[in-house]
């Protein structure tokens, strides 16, 4: 019944619910229009990279696993790994927390066995209520999301190589890679990209306020439209970040192509291995 009704004669679907979600005219319509693309390309991108990050642990824990024979050296060797990433990843928690005046308690950076997962690293922080609290939480997320866009234009110019992808020049992107790797210092910078992507990743501890946020906001925002308040700043907020939206997503973008290739080497290796083994 819902369906028919919605679907009667006369009434336009698609167009209501435009009108309610973006009841200003022109300027605002515009604006958002121009960024929703950049905004679902850079969504996309970190939820791909989050599933390749997942799909990398698994992996390269099995082939550590598989070569050592040995949980606790495969726990140790992937800590090693990652440990530049994982720092970065406490150490943005520790400055948000004090940015906000929060105490904080013990840093740890050190593999530990708990419930059915492994620890790489804690800090104890004191409740800012929920807000703050998901911003301490996010901030893997946002240091890490902004190192690797700094990292991605500045040593590979990321924005470039995602235009010429997506101008189909596969050859002129590999190219550029590939000069920029054979800098002196380029497979340094390709590591730290390629770390810090794969555990930037906020953890369930970190996101366990997040729903409430996000119901929050939603809330305020229908009560925004719904009391018709200007959309001005909005608009004017939206149509700067177009750029800085484009460069995160290039950079994003690359670390995702450093892990499909990772994973597709690692889940060959795994498997050959465990086939050797018996596993």
């Known amino acids: 019944m819902l369906l028919l009704a919605l679907s009667a004669p006369g009434i336009n679907l698609t167009s209501t619910i435009m009108d309610l979600v973006l009841p200003t005219t022109g300027v605002f319509a515009a604006d958002f229009g121009t960024v929703w693309p950049g905004l679902l390309a850079l969504a996309l991108s ?36 990652f440990l530049p990433g994982i720092f970065v990843h406490e150490a943005a928690h520790w400055l948000m927390a ?57 040593v590979f110019d990321t924005v470039s190589l995602a235009d010429a992808l997506q101008r189909g020049r596969l050859g002129t992107v590999l190219r550029s890679v590939a000069d920029a790797l054979q800098t002196s210092d380029g497979v340094l910078w390709t590591y730290l990209l390629f770390n810090l992507g794969n555990v930037m990743m906020p953890s369930a501890s970190d996101r366990h306020q997040l729903a409430p946020l996000l119901l929050y906001m939603l809330l305020a ?22 750029t800085p939206i484009e460069v995160i997503t290039s950079a994003l973008i690359f670390v995702i192509a450093l892990d499909l290739i990772a994973v597709a080497i690692l889940f060959l290796t795994s498997n050959v291995l465990g086939n050797l083994r018996g596993r």
């Open 46 to 81: 970190l939820a791909i990279l989050a599933g390749l990050s997942r799909l990398l642990s698994r992996y390269l824990q099995f082939t550590i696993y598989f070569l050592t024979g040995s949980e606790d050296m495969a726990m140790v060797i992937y800590f090693l790994i």
């Open 98 to 154: 004090k940015l906000f005046g929060l105490r904080t308690g013990k840093f740890r950076v050190w593999p530990e066995r708990r419930r059915g997962y492994i620890g790489l690293g804690s800090v104890q922080v004191s409740s800012g209520g929920v807000v703050i609290d998901n911003l301490v939480g996010m901030a893997p997320l946002i240091a890490g999301t902004l190192l690797i866009a700094v990292i991605g234009v500045g």
């Open 221 to 242: 925002g229908v009560i925004y439209l719904i009391l018709d308040l200007p959309l001005d700043w909005l608009a004017a907020g939206l149509a700067n970040l177009l």
